[in-house]
């Protein structure tokens, strides 16, 4: 009888298994879906109040209360969401860096502009400074430090304390217009100076300071220009609009009991802006519109009226730009806009003069001629 072999077949011995990746602990899971979804859920949250405020700011009081108040607290959540997607669910980093861009750019206002990092500071027809001196008395001599080092060829400035004798003895030469608060201090030829009359906004409460100019700016910086030397003429508007400083305090004390408090004074800064627009458009030449407008670029009344101009910072500065500060935060509310004849090459803030306003500087270039088309509303 023949016996058989033992089979040393490998299919009939067992076959290793391979090693089972250990499962994360259901709690894990849970706080990894977690974070997951905090994060997204703060992109959208963020997202809304990006996409809501140019339309809700300015005309529905929580939308006013955001527009004016300390967005960075907006930023708060990343303090937690950022550690935390970095030590539990890293695919929590992606919306988490979405929400930072649109916090740190639309919300707070960031502006990034290679012509602010690149632009030639002699690249420029017309240096414009705009500057709200406050109501304290101005330091005249910290005024001529700021134009020694920046020198602008026209400073704009509202709040102004200064007498006409005073700024024409600090600066001897230049054109000098003092008007109620509002002053004008120009190198170039003052050819006109025409300020609204105010009356009936002070009957509403309002303070409505529209000033217009017309200054000759020298044809010499374009010695090819084929206009005959000398007529190069431009209109500055200089403006200080209502604040919405009694609407906010209102709401703050008494929240939706002041609605109607707040629709007051939102219809009486729109009907400002609407009343600055109309001299806007009836300026005989290419316009520069410089001053505190006691309002930042995503304000429905500033989108309404305002919108269709370059905005010097948005167009060409570098950073929040920041032109009112309070103890916990600022805002940007003072502006200089180019009209159609002109283009911006530079923005950027100036420094502390005393005020709880910065001056806004802005370097404009010359690119049309005069009476050329008005910008949209």
């Not at 502006?111 to 240096?127: P, V, Y």
């Not at 220009?225 to 008494?254: C, M, Q």
């Not at 305002?306 to 003072?334: C, H, M, P, Q, Y």
């Amino acid at each position: 009888m023949r016996h058989r072999e033992p089979s040393t077949d490998a299919s009939s011995e067992p076959q290793p298994q391979p090693a089972r990746r250990p499962s994360s602990p259901p709690r894990w899971r849970r706080l990894r879906f977690v974070v997951l979804a905090v994060a997204v859920l703060y992109l959208l949250a963020v997202a809304s109040i990006w996409l809501a405020l140019p339309i809700v700011g300015d005309r529905w009081w929580p939308g006013t209360l955001i527009l004016f108040g300390p967005r960075r607290l907006v930023a708060l959540p990343l303090l937690v969401i950022v550690p935390a997607a970095l030590l539990v669910q890293r695919r929590a980093l992606l919306p988490a860096a979405l929400a930072s861009a649109i916090v740190a750019g639309p919300i707070l206002g960031f502006t990034f502009s290679l012509r602010a990092l690149t632009g030639d500071a002699d690249s420029h027809d017309l240096r414009v400074a705009s500057f709200n001196t406050g109501s304290r008395a101005m330091d005249i001599d910290r005024l001529k430090g700021f134009v020694a080092e920046t020198r602008p060829d026209v400073i704009a400035m509202q709040e102004c304390s200064a007498s006409e004798s005073e700024l024409n003895a600090a600066f001897p030469g230049w054109s000098v217009h003092v008007d109620t608060g509002m002053c004008l201090v120009s190198r170039h030829p003052l050819l006109k100076a025409e300020s609204r009359d105010r009356r009936d906004v002070w009957d509403q409460g309002g303070h409505g300071a529209i000033l217009r100019y017309e200054i000759a700016l020298p044809d010499a910086l374009r010695p090819s220009s084929e206009e005959p030397r000398g007529t190069r003429v431009f209109s500055l508007l200089n403006l200080h609009l209502e604040t919405p400083r009694e609407a906010i305090e209102a709401l703050i004390h008494g929240l939706w009991k002041q609605a109607a408090e707040h629709d007051r004074v939102i219809a009486l800064r729109a009907w400002e802006s609407e009343l600055a627009r109309q001299w806007v458009d009836e300026a005989p030449y290419p316009v520069v519109i410089a001053g505190d407008f006691n309002m930042p670029v995503d304000s429905a009344i500033y989108r309404r009226f305002w919108a269709g101009f370059e905005n010097a910072f948005s167009r060409a500065g570098l950073g929040f730009g920041a032109t009112k500060r309070t103890r916990w935060f600022g805002v940007r509310i003072d502006h200089v806009l180019a009209g159609p004849g002109w283009t911006t090459e530079r923005a950027w803030i100036g420094p502390d003069l005393g005020s709880d306003h910065l001056p806004i500087v802005a370097d404009l270039r010359w690119s049309g001629t005069p009476r050329e088309g008005r910008a949209e509303r």
